[in-house]
């Protein structure tokens, strides 16, 4: 972590850290790891040959993980508060009318989100839509969760509190909420200079939910941080979480979103969780300018940075 970046500069490095992120990983989407070229080799651009997935996207555009990022953000800045209404009002607007999309081009959508905005759509309860089974834990609430702990200035429980709530319009199992608050109290750590962020993160979380509660028996039963199954690129959201993770560790920030690529699958994703936190790590001068100026959008991007950082 460079202990002289400014507090702007690292907010900015977050932003444009899981944009670039989520970008960089759209073309490898559901490439085994096997298939995905060479560490060196990974770029906006895949090598001849790749069978990149989306191909009639452009490279350097985010994909629903950008979108719905900027859509919180966007509903932070204008209610100046969680506002779930307001922010499933915003990812409606993304999946019917390309709102915050890049070219108005929604070409990726995770089932979880999508059935649950459709019944948002369709009239009901906005509490009701999401699903809330074992198997409605993708990463979608995770993915966009990063611009929550950048604006939230309140105390931690709150924090995991609003990170819970944000997840639980599209994705209302408990784990997808517990590992929302966990990113969001490890980028806490970061932007605040903790010394060890993700192990604070995890005291944090285990400090409000004690032993016994139904949300510490979901924490250590199935996401078990403290001593987690081998990495993976799938999209379930403890595999993305705890993949991002370890991507962390791989270095600089080009470094750990290619790393993130690298487990395969869901790239876009783990690139993009990854890629915040590294561009929270280590500030926005540190994303590859050829990534920055590859990257589609960014006029969608800068007024809503402006705002954010001019609070």
């Known amino acids: 972590m460079a202990p002289s970046l400014t507090r702007a500069e690292r907010m900015a ?4 850290g899981l944009l670039v992120g989520d970008a960089l990983g759209v073309p490898y989407e559901f490439a085994p790891p096997r298939t995905i070229p060479p560490f060196d080799r990974i770029e ?3 090598p001849r040959g790749f069978h990149r997935a989306h191909l009639g996207v452009e490279p350097g555009t985010w994909s629903d993980d950008g979108s719905q990022a900027l859509c919180l953000l966007s509903s932070l800045l204008e209610r100046g508060r969680m506002d779930p209404g307001d ?3 915003r990812l409606c607007r993304w999946l019917r ?4 999309a890049v070219d108005h081009d929604v070409f990726d959508v995770g089932l979880q989100t999508r059935r649950a905005l459709e019944r948002y759509l369709e009239g009901r309860p906005l509490m009701e839509c999401a699903p809330r089974g074992e198997w409605s834990n993708g990463g979608g609430a995770l993915m966009r969760v990063l611009p929550l702990a950048l604006w939230h200035e309140g ?3 709150d924090l995991i509190a609003d990170a819970m709530l944000q997840s639980s319009i599209t994705h ?4 997808s909420g517990l590992c929302c608050a966990l990113y969001c109290l490890w980028a806490r750590g970061i932007l605040s200079g903790a010394s060890l962020p993700w192990v604070e993160a995890m005291d944090k979380l285990e400090a409000r939910f004690p032993p016994g509660t139904p949300e510490r028996l979901e ?3 199935r996401i078990h941080p403290r001593d987690p199954d081998p990495a993976r690129g799938t999209g379930h959201v403890v595999d993305t979480l705890l993949t991002a993770v370890q991507a962390v560790e791989a270095g600089s920030y080009e470094a750990v979103v290619r790393a993130a690529i690298q487990f395969g699958n869901d790239t876009d994703t783990t690139a993009c969780v990854a890629g915040g936190i590294a561009g929270l790590r280590d500030g926005v001068q540190a994303i590859p300018a ?3 100026a590859s990257l589609r959008g960014k006029d969608l991007v800068e007024p809503l940075l402006q705002a954010f950082l001019s609070r």
């Open 219 to 221: 924490y250590d039963g």
């Open 44 to 46: 906006m651009e895949p």
């Open 97 to 100: 009318d390309g709102y915050l």
């Open 172 to 175: 209302g199992h408990v784990r």
């Open 290 to 292: 050829r990534w920055l």
């Open 87 to 89: 922010l499933m009002g």
């Open 155 to 157: 105390a931690d429980g």
């Open 13 to 16: 490095g977050g932003i444009w």
